[in-house]
């Protein structure tokens, strides 16, 4: 297994209990892929560098975890689906 790190964007107009649904959404999708999440941490609300999709705030959660090479594709196919995550980035730790 490799340790990863994934930042993603959610829109800052969702209400709580929908930020919190996504936010385990995303970590079942994890741990459905036999993966290991070490630590979840949410930034919160801060104003984005650039307008996406007309928002100019978003919804900022950082999640480090252990997984297989190959599931990875699955995540990223997943988060790329869902039209609450304006973006994401996944990348392996040193």
């Known amino acids: 297994m490799r340790e990863y790190e994934l930042v993603y964007i959610l829109q800052a107009d969702l209400d709580d209990a929908t930020t919190d649904g996504i936010v385990e959404n995303i970590e079942t999708l994890i741990k459905n892929s036999n ?3 070490d630590k979840v941490d949410r930034w919160g609300k801060r104003k984005l560098a650039y307008p996406i999709r007309k928002m100019n705030e978003g919804y900022y959660v950082c999640v480090n975890f252990k997984c297989e090479p190959d ?16 973006r994401y980035i996944i990348v392996k730790k040193a």
């Open 71 to 86: 599931e990875v594709a699955n995540l990223k196919r997943s988060l790329g689906y869902n039209e609450n995550v304006l």
């Open 35 to 37: 993966g290991e999440i």
